[in-house]
């Protein structure tokens, strides 16, 4: 099965989330921002980890879903384990394998939406 590749950033000077393309920038990003430590300044950029959410939400790194767990909902943060495995992991340091889950749903960012990271007690 081929995995989409897709990409997407969040500006730091303009505080927005950008679509961004590797192959095709966006005319507005002007290619000085691609030059090494001038574009790790101004862009953080998140992978799509080729799943969707049980809305149809695409889930890229950094994003903030709602699962139901042995105790209920609680919020976790999308992250890319070092094994190369899509993880969903937790303040507290557990982790799961995204694609086990079901009922998975975005309900934000860690860029836009920190405030919902403080849920997760």
């Known amino acids: 099965m081929n995995r989409e590749i897709k990409f997407r950033a969040w500006d730091k000077v ?3 989330m950008v679509n961004f393309d590797i192959y095709n920038v966006p005319p507005y990003v002007g290619q000085t921002h691609l030059e090494g430590e001038k574009f790790e300044r101004k862009y953080e950029i ?3 980890t080729g799943l969707k959410d049980k809305n149809g939400t695409e889930i890229y790194e950094g994003d ?10 609680k919020n976790y943060c999308v992250i890319q384990a ?4 899509w993880r ?3 303040s507290r340091g557990g982790s799961v394998l995204i694609y086990v889950l079901e009922d998975v749903e975005v309900i934000g960012n860690i860029y836009e939406n ?5 849920r997760d007690e």
């Open 46 to 48: 998140m992978q799509y």
């Open 14 to 16: 303009q505080d927005a």
């Open 64 to 73: 903030i879903v709602s699962y139901k767990g042995y105790m209920g909902n």
């Open 114 to 118: 920190p405030e919902l990271l403080e």
């Open 88 to 90: 969903i992991d937790n």
């Open 82 to 85: 070092r094994s190369g495995e």
